[in-house]
């Protein structure tokens, strides 16, 4: 499956998009050594864990929270979590992505995706980054 995103970072400092580009990077690299992610298609509200990677909504306008953005990041690696969540273009409804707490997705708490969008998103131990 092919992930569109029309997300770009801004106003993110050089650390934070070399961890993007590392997070990409091991994605990339771990596809071309036939690993997968592990794909979970949702309709209902749900709290995203260590056993989601690529999450898929189909239908219906789902709220899925995001874990604390601390969980999984380990500073002394860079190791980051990263997930590629998909809106569906058959699917009628906008979903919403909730940051846990008060913590951010970017700059802000929430994070709207309409029918189509895909953002990816790797927290960086404080924050969730759209990238």
């Known amino acids: 499956m092919i992930l569109?995103?029309?997300?770009?970072?801004?106003?993110?400092?050089?650390?934070?998009?070399?961890?993007?580009?590392?997070?990409?990077?091991?994605?990339?690299?771990?596809?071309?050594n036939n690993f997968?992610?592990?794909?979970?298609t949702i309709t209902a509200?749900?709290?995203?864990?260590d056993s989601h990677e690529a999450v898929?909504?189909?239908?219906g306008a789902?709220?899925?929270?995001?874990?604390?953005?601390?969980?999984y990041y380990t500073s002394e690696t860079g190791s980051a979590k990263w997930y590629a969540i998909s809106n569906d273009y058959t699917n009628a409804s906008n979903i919403t992505i909730q940051a846990d707490g008060s913590e951010l997705i970017g700059n802000a708490n929430t994070l709207t995706v309409p029918p189509g969008g895909a953002p990816n998103i790797y927290t960086n131990g404080q924050?969730?980054?759209?990238?």
């Not at 106003?11 to 990077?25: D, K, P, R």
């Not at 997968?36 to 979970?40: R, W």
């Not at 789902?62 to 969980?71: C, D, E, F, M």
Request: hydrophobic letters at 45%; charged letters at 15%.
């Open 127 to 131: 924050k969730w980054i759209l990238f």
């Open 62 to 71: 789902v709220t899925i929270t995001l874990p604390p953005a601390a969980t």
């Open 56 to 59: 898929h909504v189909s239908t």
């Open 4 to 32: 569109r995103t029309g997300y770009i970072p801004r106003n993110n400092s050089i650390a934070e998009l070399e961890m993007a580009f590392m997070a990409v990077y091991r994605a990339i690299s771990a596809a071309e």
């Open 45 to 49: 509200n749900t709290t995203l864990d």
């Open 36 to 40: 997968e992610l592990n794909s979970t």
